[in-house]
């Protein structure tokens, strides 16, 4: 199935964004003020732009940084820190106008400088950022003038515009980079209409107003992200208004919420895919017939009506029917009479055990649907124990060397930042992504595909870039280094106060836009 976005006309997406200027809705009808407080279900880690996955951390970050160029919620490329740019017959020369009057939480004038020592920062070897693939494509940035930059390149790179627009791209103050390098942690200093004013490791961040925004005036005064990992929690809090917005909501609370008239409901379709992560390189798991097997093990339709209550969808590729790049290409369907026989040819007609590692209240239903899947495994013999790790600690473990890696199974829901398959294709799925290096914490290699995926990313014709990307989805699929469960729904709920909250691509929560009714 072709995706409807890559039949857009690339160099008409180029076009666009020349014509478009404004980042923020009109105020005329809005109203500013007053203490923004959202429950998440984990703490943030890092601020830093290029160490987290963790799109909570981007929904922090969104206010606090900005890129060259941003996307809005129909996934559109509009101006950010850049007013126009334009794209060279060459191919691979980006040259973008930089807007001017604009300053850094530190009081420092952004210009083409600052940009030059962002991009420096995340390409730089020593650093080894864990999100640096995604511009992995940049050979070098120039500075033309104050206001004007030359990004050049290494190929052609047919989603490049989605690659700045995501959060590792975001724009940090030169001398915030010569002071912090890589550990700019806690000391973030940008350009957005919020700057940090406090935070409490595992309990909450707080943002506060930017006065020198060059947008105007914030519409928040304050924001604060309070860590609540327990969802029920989270949904009393709500009830009891002393939150305003609540994220990952159980499923059972969600018919409640949506008949309380001073609530609302907010789902949208994500470009996050649950799996099982499965280490390739240890026993049982480096034969393929098993993994296969757990596939088949799998009843997504019983998942998402039962355990996810209707809210999601199963997953037919290891990307979302959102992301450009899309094909339904999973041929895996409950059966686990074929998941016993493959288990039999593989060398385990009695099954064997393993361990399954789990967030719990990072994901909807985390914990809950690694129980599911313990059961629906146990049923072709295989014995899996649950073990339900702290997000920290997992995101760290996670990404050990494979030498020192302990990973069998683990749950994990990658979406993608960019809104196209080149994002989870470079950090996840090629070879030299082993962790420490990227993000292949399946420790997955296949020769075929990381040629697929390094042809596609040179690839500018959008009808044959998506025939690679087919191709590429049906091989690894077939691999199986992912078990395929569910394309998710970002489930919200807030108090009938707030206004303008929009899920950005990259299931990243936008503050840029929300106001609050006065009471």
Not at 145 to 171: C, E, H, M, Q
Not at 312 to 332: D, H, K, L, M, N
Request: with cysteine; net charge negative; aromatic share 8%.
């Amino acid at each position: 199935m072709k995706s409807p976005r890559f039949a857009v006309s690339y160099r008409l997406l180029v076009a666009v964004g020349l014509a478009l200027c404004c980042l923020l809705p009109t105020a005329a009808a809005q109203q500013t003020g007053g203490k923004l407080t959202v429950a998440i279900g984990v703490p943030a880690v890092t601020l830093a732009p290029g160490k987290s996955i963790a799109s909570i951390v981007n929904s922090i970050t969104e206010g606090i940084y900005e890129g060259l160029v941003e996307r809005d919620a129909s996934g559109a490329v509009l101006p950010g820190l850049a007013t126009s740019w334009s794209l060279a017959e060459d191919d691979v020369t980006w040259t973008l106008t930089l807007r001017q009057g604009v300053r850094f939480h530190d009081g420092t004038e952004f210009s083409a400088d600052d940009v030059k020592a962002t991009f420096d920062r995340i390409l730089n070897p020593d650093f080894a950022l864990p999100l640096s693939s995604v511009l992995k494509v940049v050979s070098r940035v120039d500075v033309v003038d104050p206001y004007t930059v030359k990004i050049i390149t290494g190929s052609p790179t047919p989603d490049f515009l989605n690659r700045l627009a995501y959060g590792v791209a975001v724009i940090i103050s030169s001398d915030a980079v010569e002071k912090y390098g890589a550990d700019i942690d806690w000391t973030p200093v940008g350009t957005g209409p919020y700057r940090l004013e406090s935070y409490v490791p595992n309990e909450s961040v707080t943002l506060v107003a930017f006065p020198d925004y060059w947008g105007g005036t914030p519409l928040l005064d304050r924001v604060e992200f309070r860590t609540v990992r327990e969802p029920g929690t989270r949904v009393a809090l709500l009830e009891a208004g002393e939150v305003d917005i609540i994220v990952d909501v159980p499923a059972t609370d969600l018919p409640g919420l949506k008949a309380q008239a001073d609530k609302a409901v907010l789902l949208a379709p994500s470009t996050r895919v649950m799996h099982i992560g499965v280490n390739t390189q240890v026993a049982p798991f480096d034969n393929v017939l098993v993994r296969q097997a757990l596939n088949y093990a799998i009843d997504q339709d019983g998942l998402v009506n039962g355990v996810l209550q209707g809210v999601g969808q199963p997953a037919r590729s290891i990307i979302s029917p959102v992301v450009t790049g899309f094909s339904p290409v999973s041929e895996y369907r409950y059966d686990p009479d074929t998941a016993r026989r493959l288990l039999a040819e593989a060398g385990y007609p009695n099954g064997f055990s393993a361990t399954l590692w789990t967030p719990e209240g990072r994901y909807f239903q985390d914990r809950a649907t690694a129980v599911a899947v313990q059961s629906m495994l146990g049923d072709i013999g295989v014995n899996v124990d649950v073990r339900v790790i702290d997000w920290a600690t997992y995101l760290e473990i996670l990404r050990r060397p494979v030498d020192s890696s302990e990973t069998q199974l683990y749950l994990l829901g990658w979406e993608s930042g960019t809104g196209d398959i080149g994002y989870v294709l470079d950090l996840i799925f090629h070879t030299s992504t082993w962790p420490p290096a990227g993000w292949n914490t399946m420790f997955y290699s296949n020769p075929e595909v990381d040629a697929l995926i390094e042809t596609a990313r040179v690839t500018m014709d959008p009808d044959t870039r998506q025939a690679l990307a087919t191709q590429i989805q049906e091989r690894i699929v077939s691999d199986a280094p992912w078990v395929l469960l569910n394309v998710t729904e970002e489930t919200a709920a807030m108090s009938s106060k707030v206004n303008g909250l929009e899920l950005l691509p990259g299931d990243v929560y936008s503050l840029k836009t929300v106001w609050l009714d006065k009471d």
